[in-house]
């Protein structure tokens, strides 16, 4: 897939390189923001709705860590600037969790012009996009992704849900932000094992799409793996990039859009049956992308080399490639209700070659022996 354009703008207030890459999706266009010292920067925020309400929906781990910042960056833009913190966790990605939010801004007296403000990862995002495609049929929203993942993925694009007991993602609707902040310092405090979850997303767009971004990441893995701020600026931005031109092409998931699902199909299985939190979403994705392309193999679309080699580069960056002991009917339970999959014939994500994926129905028999090998 080629790069597309992204302009460097160097940003008044810190004199950091801000990068800032458009996305298209359905009738509506935003901006996604890349760069050191965004959150306080009034810069960041220029352009946006100065409504009477603006609130940020965070949690319990992120709002005391960097939800000052933000306000401090939005100062004078909102008469009442109020702060919600949800629990923390994708336990907590539910009804309940979602009725916190509309009872706050019933609370707050909030209008349609309320602006929210998602700061935090995947779970704060999804779930505050949904409620703001809820509230009064719909109030604007801005994604200030806080984790690599949400950076990378969760925050871009435009889908959003809570988890069902049944399954995961399975309440939602498709709906874009106003603009996407990524403050790469804000991954200064990420735990070990949540940056390394976030780098599984990363990954999935070199076999999916990009080559040579998977070359990339191999020669940077230890950089990558060390924090180093250039190397997660380029894979914050390439990965940025990939996925606006996907969502560009296919924002409702049509068609295209559906390979940036690769290994999802397995790992939304995983976090359903071991318990929404027990395995982080990025770990169940890489284990599904081993599964995805050792399936791959399996159909004879590509080389066990291709298998291995992506194996070996996420099992590099600490992630889980055995996939937990579960009976093949609760596997195959569990992927029919998969989004993708049409009149319950499951359909996976698989690669061709590096650099191009397709999705095809594979028979459930394949299917369960590629899990046992891997178990
Ligand atoms: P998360 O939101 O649970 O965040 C991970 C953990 O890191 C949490 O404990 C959080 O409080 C903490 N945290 C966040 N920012 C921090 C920071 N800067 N410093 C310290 N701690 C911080 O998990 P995630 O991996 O960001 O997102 C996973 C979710 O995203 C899943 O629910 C998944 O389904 C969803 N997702 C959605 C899309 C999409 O397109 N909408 C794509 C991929 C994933
Ligand atoms: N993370 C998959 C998608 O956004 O389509």
Not at 222 to 245: F, N
Not at 301 to 321: C, N, Q, T
Request: glycine residues 10%; charged residues 20%.
């Amino acid at each position: 897939m080629a790069s597309s354009d992204t302009s460097r703008v160097p940003d008044a207030g810190s004199g950091q390189i801000r990068q800032t890459l458009p996305v298209k999706a359905g009738a509506g266009a935003y901006d996604i923001l890349i760069g050191a010292g965004l959150l306080d920067a009034p810069a960041s925020w220029a352009g946006l709705p100065e409504s009477a309400h603006g609130v940020i929906v965070t949690n319990e781990v992120v709002g005391p860590l960097l939800a000052s910042r933000l306000m401090r960056g939005l100062a004078g833009r909102h008469a009442r600037l109020s702060v919600l913190e949800l629990p923390d966790g994708e336990a907590h990605k539910d009804w309940a969790t979602l009725n916190r939010i509309f009872d706050h801004l019933i609370q707050q007296g909030c209008d349609r012009r309320t602006v929210l403000y998602a700061l935090g990862g995947g779970v704060v995002g999804d779930i505050t996009g949904f409620a703001a495609g809820c509230y009064m049929r719909g109030v604007p929203f801005v994604q200030v992704p806080t984790t690599l993942l949400a950076q990378v993925d969760s925050s871009v694009g435009g889908k959003t849900a809570i988890n069902h007991a049944l399954g995961k993602n399975m309440i939602g609707l498709f709906n874009q932000p106003l603009r996407v902040v990524c403050d790469l310092d804000v991954l200064h405090t990420l735990p070990e094992r949540e940056f390394a979850a976030g780098l599984a997303e990363v990954v999935k767009y070199g076999p999916i799409a990009d080559a040579a971004f998977l070359e990339w990441i191999e020669a940077h893995a230890h950089a990558l793996r060390q924090r180093d701020p250039e190397a997660i600026a380029h894979a914050v931005r390439r990965s940025c990039e990939i996925k606006a031109q996907v969502v560009g092409a296919d924002e409702r998931e049509n068609g295209l859009r559906e390979i940036l699902n690769f290994g999802h199909t397995f790992g939304h299985a995983i976090e359903t049956a071991t318990g929404f939190g027990t395995w982080l979403h990025g770990e169940a994705v890489a284990c599904g992308m081993g599964l995805a392309s050792a399936l791959s193999a399996r159909i004879g679309l590509v080389g066990v080399d291709v298998e291995r080699r992506l194996a070996a580069l996420l099992a590099s960056f600490g992630l889980p490639m055995r996939p937990p002991q579960l009976p093949p009917q609760t596997w195959l339970e569990l992927m029919r209700r998969d989004k993708k999959a049409h009149a319950g014939l499951i359909r996976f994500v698989v690669l061709e070659e590096v650099g191009r994926a397709a999705v095809r129905p594979v028979a459930d028999e394949l299917v369960i022996d590629v899990i046992r090998a891997a178990a």
